[in-house]
Nanobody, 121 residues
Framework: QVQLVESGGGLVQAGGSLRLSCAAS????????MGWYRQAPARERELVAA???????NYADSVKGRFTISRDNAKNTVYLQMNSLKPEDTAVYYC???????????????WGQGTLVTVSS
């Protein structure tokens, strides 16, 4: 399978910025898409942004115009640039990858351990 390692979370003031990174490693045939989800206390996990290996991206309405997802396919890494952060962005952010395994080319997914983003008011 693949392993995902996130980094870049932290504490920022409202209006500030953070850049999250997620690096994929392991055995796989290809990574078809990568994305970011977040989960706040007592809330369900929600999609924040996703990007295909062709560069097509989509975003949750709540982050459009503020967050930008990008990827470096050569490094198997996805980034989330978060600008104009709001207290409601506070959550644990999880990296997700949709990939095909090396042997059978099955479409599978993997999750990172999460990185905490806290935005103070």
């Amino acid at each position: 399978q693949v392993q995902l390692v996130e980094s870049g979370g932290g504490l920022v003031q409202a209006g500030g910025s953070l850049r999250l990174s997620c690096a994929a490693s392991g055995s796989f045939f290809s990574i078809n898409a990568m994305g970011w989800y977040r989960q706040a206390p007592a809330r369900e996990r929600e999609l924040v942004a996703a990007i295909t290996n062709g560069g097509s991206a989509n975003y949750a309405d709540s982050v459009k115009g503020r967050f930008t997802i990008s990827r470096d396919n050569a490094k198997n890494t996805v980034y989330l640039q978060m600008n104009s952060l709001k207290p409601e962005d506070t959550a644990v952010y999880y990296c997700n990858a949709v990939f095909q395994d090396q042997l059978f080319r099955r479409v599978l997914d993997a999750w990172g351990q999460g990185t905490l983003v806290t935005v103070s008011s």
